[in-house]
């Protein structure tokens, strides 16, 4: 009892040290600006540091805007031809690096961009850790896409083609040479997918007699599809080996068997199985006509020599990009003590530090309700606090079960992806349904003792969030079992530094969940009806939210994308902690490689939390008088 009492005056006098006026302002507000840039610090300042040395480079794809200018035509809402192009060159350097095993292709230091800036000109940036690595990849992404726009122009002269070939069919004649059989094998395999539908051509077109540029452009195409096949069929042979176990099956003979055997018992192994001979049947009529073009028609690719599409070379680089180390840091300062002031000024109009005064007072009271609110939860279950583990592992298990199997998710390790997203999720969905309910069901404590009433909700998401710490473990436990059994070639586990950021992250979800507490537990109290709306508008809100699918692999457009984002602070969130954990998402045969998120995005959604959190305080306050008479 004395040392309690003793602390309890320690406290109290370092409480009146805090409110002593130092230069205009108290010490406590001294060390909040203090607390404020040390926080943007230790939020910008791994990533500033961990910035790599690297080098980038320009080359050039330049092409005839009079023959190929349709590639800047909208193909789909929101996506050129360009687009299209820029990406499918993208996707086949990826796949040539993955067959090298280099899997750093597409990261922030070894990766390539492209950028238009007026028709007929495409620089293509090599951005790598060395000078001679930035050189190679600028160079390998300018032939790719001259490779890309010649395929474009290339597959309006296939359409040709195979259109005559289907009116010579129709016909009845006989083809005349070995490329009109290959054609009509294209045709009757569906093995060259066109925007628009084949129609028949009553003008006659023979390969051997179109012009060189044009039978080059005809070749590029064929090899754009035969790439495209190729990823196709790696990707569903990825998948049967996942659903088959079959990876680790070296002669091709035993594992096709095996393959075969798996899928007489599962209908849905069956049409994966036949949707991938489908594919290597079409790519084989693709190969048959491609060998033609090679072999008889001699159509190699040089994408140097001077012709309606060229590439123009990079040259080495001679110093690394600055960094900009000092700037960066003297900048995230300036914001800190920028937000640090806004922050102080609060606090001197509206006195926020007397009310965390009266919150650390009754901090025994805090403690204590949310043992009880552990205790309760797992009150009479034989597993107990097991379940904070089990719990977590069997949902995951579920998603896992419905999005691999029924559903057939194409993204790698997906158990891993599932859990990274799930468990900050149900933080979330705990505290603020919890939250909402906190205020009426402690009606009865309310009526009977007097204390701040914002402890209630607050208790709610501490609660959750102790929840969630205790379900870690489990969660780095499926990422050890998952990568010792997915990606064994590697030779080690994939867990990274990034994973020391979590604190920041749950940080700032802590104070978005508690802003949206403070507001609706205030809502239920007079509208009791939000209660029973929550539990919908939580199933709206997690179908919006990236958990169990990632925003880059759905069929949305980047405005609507970005918009998600924006409005919705935990689809930004969940993407952080997956970043940090598992990895920017990529399909089934890759292995993510965790980073840090952007600091933008982090500093977007701090800012967002810390505006919800402001609302919410102010709504509860005006709010809060009018508890024992609405309750």
Same mark, same amino acid.
């Given at each position: 009892?004395?040392?309690?009492?003793?602390?309890?005056?320690?406290?109290?006098?370092?409480?009146?040290?805090?409110?002593?006026?130092?230069?205009?302002?108290?010490?406590?507000?001294?060390?909040?600006?203090?607390?404020?840039?040390?926080?943007?610090?230790?939020?910008?300042?791994?990533?500033?540091?961990?910035?790599?040395?690297?080098?980038?480079?320009?080359?050039? #794809?330049?092409?005839?805007?009079?023959?190929?200018?349709?590639?800047?035509?909208?193909?789909?809402?929101?996506?050129?031809?360009?687009?299209?192009?820029?990406?499918?060159? #993208?996707?086949?350097?990826?796949?040539?690096?993955?067959?090298?095993?280099?899997?750093?292709?597409?990261?922030?230091?070894?990766?390539?961009?492209?950028?238009?800036?007026?028709?007929?000109?495409?620089?293509?940036?090599?951005?790598?850790?060395?000078?001679?690595?930035?050189?190679?990849?600028?160079?390998?992404?300018?032939?790719?896409?001259?490779?890309?726009?010649?395929?474009?122009?290339?597959?309006?002269?296939?359409?040709?083609?195979?259109?005559?070939?289907?009116?010579?069919?129709?016909?009845?004649?006989?083809?005349?040479?070995?490329?009109?059989?290959?054609?009509?094998?294209?045709?009757?395999?569906?093995?060259?997918?066109?925007?628009?539908?084949?129609?028949?051509?009553?003008?006659?077109?023979?390969?051997?007699?179109?012009?060189?540029?044009?039978?080059?452009?005809?070749?590029?195409?064929?090899?754009?599809?035969?790439?495209?096949?190729?990823?196709?069929?790696?990707?569903?042979?990825?998948?049967?080996?996942?659903?088959?176990?079959?990876?680790?099956?070296?002669?091709?003979?035993?594992?096709?068997?095996?393959?075969?055997?798996?899928?007489?018992?599962?209908?849905?192994?069956?049409?994966?199985?036949?949707?991938?001979?489908?594919?290597?049947?079409?790519?084989?009529?693709?190969?048959?006509?491609?060998?033609?073009?090679?072999?008889?028609?001699?159509?190699?690719?040089?994408?140097?020599?001077?012709?309606?599409?060229?590439?123009?070379?990079?040259?080495?680089?001679?110093?690394?990009?600055?960094?900009?180390?000092?700037?960066?840091?003297?900048?995230?300062?300036?914001?800190?003590?920028?937000?640090?002031?806004?922050?102080?000024?609060?606090?001197?109009?509206?006195?926020?530090?007397?009310?965390?005064?009266?919150?650390?007072?009754?901090?025994?009271?805090?403690?204590?309700?949310?043992?009880?609110?552990?205790?309760?939860?797992?009150?009479?279950?034989?597993?107990?606090?097991?379940?904070?583990?089990?719990?977590?592992?069997?949902?995951?298990?579920?998603?896992?079960?419905?999005?691999?199997?029924?559903?057939?998710?194409?993204?790698?390790?997906?158990?891993?992806?599932?859990?990274?997203?799930?468990?900050?999720?149900?933080?979330?969905?705990?505290?603020?349904?919890?939250?909402?309910?906190?205020?009426?069901?402690?009606?009865?404590?309310?009526?009977?003792?007097?204390?701040?009433?914002?402890?209630?909700?607050?208790?709610?998401?501490?609660?959750?969030?102790?929840?969630?710490?205790?379900?870690?473990?489990?969660?780095?436990?499926?990422?050890?079992?998952?990568?010792?059994?997915?990606?064994?070639?590697?030779?080690?586990?994939?867990?990274?530094?990034?994973?020391?950021?979590?604190?920041?992250?749950?940080?700032?979800?802590?104070?978005?969940?508690?802003?949206?507490?403070?507001?609706?537990?205030?809502?239920?109290?007079?509208?009791?009806?939000?209660?029973?709306?929550?539990?919908?508008?939580?199933?709206?809100?997690?179908?919006?939210?990236?958990?169990?699918?990632?925003?880059?692999?759905?069929?949305?457009?980047?405005?609507?994308?970005?918009?998600?984002?924006?409005?919705?602070?935990?689809?930004?969130?969940?993407?952080?902690?997956?970043?940090?954990?598992?990895?920017?998402?990529?399909?089934?045969?890759?292995?993510?490689?965790?980073?840090?998120?952007?600091?933008?995005?982090?500093?977007?959604?701090?800012?967002?939390?810390?505006?919800?959190?402001?609302?919410?305080?102010?709504?509860?306050?005006?709010?809060?008088?009018?508890?024992?008479?609405?309750?």
């Amino acid at each position: 009892m004395a040392r309690s009492l003793t602390f309890s005056n320690q406290a109290y006098r370092w409480m009146g040290a805090l409110g002593r006026q130092h230069a205009g302002l108290r010490l406590y507000q001294w060390l909040w600006i203090v607390l404020c840039v040390l926080g943007v610090l230790a939020i910008t300042a791994p990533r500033v540091m961990s910035q790599p040395i690297i080098y980038q480079t320009l080359a050039e #794809t330049r092409f005839d805007v009079a023959l190929y200018g349709g590639i800047y035509a909208e193909v789909a809402p929101g996506v050129t031809g360009f687009d299209v192009a820029a990406r499918d060159a #993208t996707e086949a350097l990826r796949q040539r690096f993955l067959a090298q095993r280099e899997l750093r292709f597409g990261s922030p230091d070894f990766r390539i961009e492209y950028v238009s800036p007026e028709p007929g000109i495409v620089q293509v940036r090599g951005v790598a850790q060395t000078a001679a690595e930035a050189q190679l990849l600028a160079n390998l992404g300018a032939a790719e896409l001259t490779r890309q726009i010649r395929a474009a122009g290339g597959r309006e002269v296939l359409r040709n083609l195979l259109g005559w070939e289907l009116m010579a069919a129709l016909d009845g004649e006989a083809p005349l040479t070995p490329f009109q059989i290959y054609l009509r094998t294209i045709i009757a395999q569906h093995a060259f997918p066109l925007s628009r539908d084949l129609q028949p051509v009553s003008e006659r077109f023979q390969v051997e007699l179109l012009p060189a540029e044009e039978q080059n452009d005809l070749t590029r195409a064929l090899e754009s599809r035969y790439d495209l096949w190729t990823v196709e069929i790696n990707t569903r042979n990825a998948t049967l080996d996942a659903w088959c176990g079959t990876a680790t099956s070296a002669a091709t003979a035993v594992r096709e068997a095996a393959l075969r055997d798996c899928a007489a018992l599962n209908d849905l192994i069956q049409q994966e199985l036949t949707f991938r001979n489908q594919a290597v049947a079409r790519r084989q009529a693709i190969d048959q006509a491609l060998r033609y073009m090679h072999q008889v028609q001699g159509m190699t690719f040089t994408p140097d020599a001077p012709g309606t599409v060229q590439r123009i070379t990079a040259e080495l680089p001679l110093q690394p990009v600055p960094r900009q180390i000092g700037l960066s840091l003297m900048l995230a300062t300036l914001a800190g003590l920028t937000a640090g002031g806004i922050s102080v000024a609060v606090d001197r109009s509206a006195g926020v530090m007397p009310k965390l005064q009266d919150l650390w007072a009754y901090r025994e009271l805090i403690r204590n309700l949310v043992l009880r609110d552990l205790r309760v939860r797992y009150k009479g279950s034989a597993l107990g606090y097991l379940w904070t583990q089990l719990a977590p592992l069997m949902l995951m298990l579920v998603f896992w079960f419905v999005f691999s199997t029924l559903f057939q998710s194409s993204i790698a390790m997906f158990a891993v992806f599932l859990i990274v997203g799930l468990l900050p999720w149900n933080y979330c969905s705990e505290a603020v349904t919890g939250g909402t309910r906190s205020v009426i069901d402690n009606a009865n404590l309310i009526k009977k003792v007097f204390f701040p009433r914002e402890v209630l909700p607050l208790v709610c998401v501490f609660s959750s969030m102790v929840n969630y710490l205790l379900s870690l473990p489990m969660m780095l436990l499926v990422m050890v079992v998952v990568q010792m059994v997915y990606a064994p070639l590697e030779g080690r586990l994939n867990f990274s530094w990034t994973m020391t950021y979590l604190p920041v992250l749950l940080f700032i979800q802590t104070l978005f969940l508690a802003g949206m507490a403070l507001f609706l537990s205030t809502v239920a109290v007079f509208f009791r009806d939000t209660v029973h709306l929550i539990g919908i508008l939580m199933q709206f809100w997690f179908f919006l939210t990236p958990v169990f699918y990632s925003l880059n692999f759905v069929n949305l457009s980047e405005p609507v994308v970005r918009l998600i984002r924006w409005l919705n602070p935990m689809a930004s969130l969940i993407e952080f902690y997956r970043e940090i954990l598992y990895g920017n998402p990529v399909s089934v045969g890759q292995i993510p490689t965790p980073g840090l998120p952007a600091l933008d995005s982090v500093a977007r959604v701090l800012v967002t939390a810390l505006l919800v959190l402001a609302v919410g305080y102010w709504f509860f306050q005006r709010h809060s008088g009018q508890f024992g008479e609405e309750i």
